[in-house]
């Protein structure tokens, strides 16, 4: 199973920028989609970001124009850039991947979170 984890979360004013890593452990990286999710307090996590195998993306319409997601496949590492944070970004961030393997079962990974808090 993949193993992921996050970095880069903090304390960050309005306005300001973050870049949060997710580095996944294993020979397969290459292969999957990896994705962000946040968490709020009090609310349901939400998918965030996607990039696909092939570099394909997708962004929720709350970050669109925001962030940017973008993938390394040499260093194992997805990196989320987000710009112009505002109050309601506060959540705590996700790397998530599904692995498929051939008998058709598939697999979860999620790492440990990390805390971004946009306030003054």
């Known amino acids: 199973q993949v193993r992921l984890v996050e970095s880069g979360g903090g304390l960050v004013q309005p306005g300001g920028s973050l870049r949060l890593s997710c580095v996944a452990s294993?020979?397969?990286?290459?292969?999957?989609?990896i994705n962000w999710y946040r968490q709020a307090p009090g609310k349901e996590r939400e998918l965030v970001a996607r990039i696909r195998s092939a570099g394909s993306t997708s962004f929720a319409d709350s970050v669109k124009g925001r962030f940017t997601i973008s993938r390394d496949n040499a260093k194992n590492t997805v990196y989320l850039q987000m710009n112009s944070l505002k109050p309601e970004d506060t959540a705590v961030y996700y790397c998530h991947t599904n692995q498929t393997y051939a008998s058709g079962a598939t697999t979860a990974s999620w790492g440990q979170g990390t805390q971004v808090i946009v306030s003054s």
């Open positions: 294993g020979s397969i990286f290459r292969l999957l989609a």
